[in-house]
């Protein structure tokens, strides 16, 4: 798809704005959007933009939402880690945590509409228990479009792999067991509803939505599918640890 010169111009200007954001600078807000919401098409391509410089990628989350477009954002190598993990944050900013179900690509996807397509790709991929760090390089206004931020990767922050399960149609349903502490805070402990009804058909529809975007899905690369427990914040300092029961746990360090 072509871009006008405009909207391209306006894309690079955000990219460099979030760049700023990324290395401690002023960091960019709804102020950006004074002469025109940015559009879907220039959020992803300010994806396309900062990933030449953060590359390589390491998977891609999804969000799935009744009446709204299905939207992508990668996820970092620099920013991926398996667990337990100790993992450095930014001085005096809030910490989202969330806890998903991933999906890790084990071999080359099918394409869709081949022969015994469906099962073929759940041939190709491993679940995995994941905990999102969600963190910004936008300014805390809560008035930031839902466009700025999808280009800011979806306020992807980090991603924390646990073990990958071979074997995990059981874990194929509506709701999910699991558990997350903050600390002595227990804020999930039983059964949780899966975002969109199913992690593997958000797995899919991206698998299906992603094309060539930010390099493409690869083997090694994980998808997370949505968070169990809502978007609580944490304080450098707390320590989380969360587990989907059956399929594995995740543990996270926020040193001060």
């Not at 995995?128 to 479009?145: A, N």
Request: aromatic residues 8%; proline residues 8%.
């Amino acid at each position: 798809m072509q871009m006008r010169n405009s909207e391209f111009n306006r894309a690079d200007a955000l990219a460099e704005e979030l760049d700023h954001g990324r290395a401690g600078g002023v960091k960019p807000g709804p102020e950006f959007e004074r002469d025109g919401q940015v559009t879907w098409e220039e959020a992803y391509q300010v994806q396309s933009i900062l990933v030449k410089k953060y590359a390589p990628v390491a998977g891609f989350k999804v969000a799935r939402k009744p009446g709204q477009p299905n939207i992508m954002a990668p996820i970092y190598s620099r920013d991926t880690y398996s667990s337990p993990v100790a993992v450095q944050t930014p001085p005096d900013e809030l910490i989202g945590i969330e806890l998903e179900i991933g999906f890790k690509v084990l071999s080359p996807l099918p394409a869709p509409n081949t022969e015994n397509y469906l099962e073929n790709l759940r041939a190709c991929v491993a679940m995995v228990p994941v905990i999102e760090i969600v963190l910004t390089r936008l300014s805390d206004d809560p008035d930031c479009s839902p466009q700025l931020r999808l280009a800011d990767n979806q306020l992807n922050g980090g991603l924390v792999v646990g073990q990958e399960l071979r074997d995990w149609a059981a874990f194929d349903q509506p709701e999910v067991d699991a558990y997350l502490s903050f600390g002595d805070e227990v804020v999930l402990d039983g059964m949780a509803s899966v975002p969109a009804g199913n992690a593997f058909e958000s797995f899919r529809a991206l698998a299906e939505m992603v094309g060539d975007h930010c390099g493409g899905l690869k083997p090694g690369h994980v998808v997370i599918t949505g968070s169990l427990n809502g978007l609580p914040y944490i304080e450098r300092g707390t320590p989380v640890r969360g587990e989907i029961r059956g399929l594995g746990e995740i543990a996270i360090d926020f040193p001060l």
